[in-house]
């Protein structure tokens, strides 16, 4: 997980897109299919953190003038 840290925002996309290609292939194994899986969660968390950081930044940014809403 360390590595997937590393990632950019993009690049997480990237890797749930072949991800998602994988469950969808019908001769992946179950045990693929899981541990591909796990990976797809622990990058749609990482998506998740890093949208979150950008969006608290922005509101940093904004406090001096009008808040925006999302």
């Known amino acids: 997980m360390s590595e ?3 990632l950019s925002l993009e690049e997480a996309f990237e890797k749930l897109e072949t991800v998602i290609e994988t469950l969808e292939q019908p001769d992946t194994s179950l045990e ?3 541990d591909a899986y796990k990976e797809g969660v622990a990058l749609v ?3 998740n953190q890093m ?3 950008v969006e608290k930044e922005v ?3 904004t406090e001096g003038g ?3 809403e999302f």
Do not use: A
Request: charged share 40%; glycine share 0%; hydrophobic share 35%.
């Open 4 to 6: 997937e840290k590393q």
């Open 32 to 34: 693929e299919s899981f």
């Open 45 to 47: 968390n990482l998506c």
């Open 51 to 53: 949208i979150d950081r």
């Open 59 to 61: 509101r940093v940014l």
């Open 66 to 68: 009008m808040t925006d």
